[in-house]
Nanobody, 122 residues
């Protein structure tokens, strides 16, 4: 079983940048895809970005529009989400997750971190 731990959330102002990270341990497989989801207050969990762990190919949610960048260190089993030009509507709990299948839907992800709060003030 894979364990995921997020870190790096916090309180920032609109227009600021913030990077959150996710460290994986336990039974990790190179065929995994790992991704970021977020859950804003009163909303369902939504896809933010994902990266194929073996190839590095990246995928983004439509709302990202070039503001966020997902990256990974293959050997260290660590993933980051760099978020630029943050907006108050980006306020959410950000979760990292891992899946054994290429999917951008939350239900396909078997492993989840505990989440890290990102709050963007106006």
């Amino acid at each position: 079983q894979e364990q995921l731990v997020e870190s790096g959330g916090g309180l920032v102002q609109a227009g600021d940048s913030l990077t959150v990270s996710c460290s994986a341990s336990g039974r990790t497989l190179s065929s995994y895809i790992r991704g970021w989801f977020r859950q804003r207050p009163g909303n369902v969990r939504e896809f933010v970005a994902a990266i194929s762990w073996s190839t590095g190919i990246t995928y983004y949610g439509d709302f990202v529009k070039g503001r966020f960048t997902i990256s990974r260190d293959y050997d260290k089993n660590t993933m980051w989400l760099q978020m630029n030009s943050l907006k108050p509507e980006d306020t959410a709990v950000y979760y990292c997750a891992a899946s054994t299948s290429l999917s951008l839907t939350a239900t396909a992800y078997e492993y989840w971190g505990q989440g890290t709060q990102v709050t963007v003030s106006s």
